[in-house]
């Protein structure tokens, strides 16, 4: 699902997206519990190689990771693509969090994200949404089915590693 909307808070366009990915190995208890270790996902994206905290404690508000070498290419001159992300919101009960891009050098500006793992009968759903300014040379759709492409990998991986432990 991908819409544009206008943000009204400054009369920009922004770009709105959703994706889910349906794991039927695995609940939705044992999915948020990787999820939640902040620090860590380059665990599960594969297009993710490396990924660090770099400041306060993981999994709580207010913690910056360090995400680097993703597939996501890179603005300008720039070798590796990297982000800097803020948790911004952790609910455990809900297994909800939202995070921010807060520096980077993918072109990315006014980026939100949010994951919410949904129990359903046969296991569960992972929502990831995210709004972000239009990037550059890249199209609302493409950046929709990247998203798509990285969290069926990821929850792949997750069942994998769940099914194995």
């Known amino acids: 699902m991908a819409e544009e909307i206008d943000d009204e808070t400054n009369d920009n366009k922004k770009w709105q997206g959703k994706v889910t990915a349906r794991v039927t190995k695995a609940t939705a208890d044992q999915i948020w519990r990787l999820f939640a270790d902040f620090f860590h996902i380059h665990k599960w994206f594969p297009n993710v190689p490396s990924s660090r905290g770099v400041h306060g404690a993981n999994g709580h508000p207010g913690c910056v990771r360090y995400c680097s070498g993703f597939s996501i290419p890179a603005a300008g001159e720039a070798a590796v693509s990297w982000s800097k992300e803020r948790l911004t919101a952790v609910d455990h009960a809900r297994r909800f969090l939202s995070y921010e891009i807060v520096d980077c050098n993918i072109g990315f500006e006014g980026y939100e994200s949010t994951v919410e793992i ?48």
């Open 118 to 165: 949904v129990p359903d009968g046969k296991g569960c759903a992972i929502e990831w949404g995210f709004t972000v300014d239009p990037v550059e040379s890249w199209t609302l759709d493409c950046l929709v089915r990247k998203y798509e492409s990285a969290l069926e990998a990821a929850a792949r991986r997750m069942e994998e590693e769940i099914g194995s432990g």
